[in-house]
């Protein structure tokens, strides 16, 4: 397992999220799939890569997001919320980790640093922070338990 993270580690730092995922390397898959699924509007696809009972943590009202169909009730929250606050053309772009992606017994840690770029209003708008992510191995696979929106005043 620590050769697995020290690889895993490594091929995060060197490449950009898109481009880090390898066959075979389910974290680094289930991770470019939750960015790329996060900027795009299939709730279904984005709730593909969580379990069924997630809790996700946003800055918008009801900020928490628990239990059966959670993932899907947040997605159809925020692309609301999206719109009532006037935004378009949003997109969530993933930098490589700072720190290491933390893997151990069927269960991992992934703090992700984010840019969010959209317009409001139509002014270009720009927002870093982190999605801190939880993961858990389901069978032979792993997908997203928690997700935790955190950004930078």
Request: net charge neutral; charged share 15%.
């Amino acid at each position: 397992m620590r050769h697995l993270r020290a690889l895993l580690t490594a091929a995060l730092l060197l490449l950009p999220l898109h481009a880090f995922a390898a066959p075979g390397d389910d974290i680094s898959t289930v991770l470019v799939h939750f960015f790329k699924a996060a900027s795009g509007t299939d709730a279904k696809d984005f709730a593909s890569v969580f379990t069924d009972q997630a809790t996700i943590t946003d800055s918008f009202a009801p900020f928490i997001w628990t239990g059966q169909g959670a993932a899907t009730h947040y997605f159809t929250d925020l692309q609301a919320a999206i719109k009532t606050a006037g935004m378009s053309d949003v997109k969530l772009t993933a930098k490589p980790p700072k720190t290491p992606i933390e893997a151990t017994n069927g269960f991992a840690y992934a703090p992700i640093p984010v840019t969010l770029t959209f317009k409001l209003n139509g002014e270009a708008k720009t927002q870093t922070g982190y999605f801190v992510l939880g993961l858990q191995q389901v069978d032979t696979s792993w997908a997203i338990t928690t997700a935790t929106w955190v950004y930078n005043q």
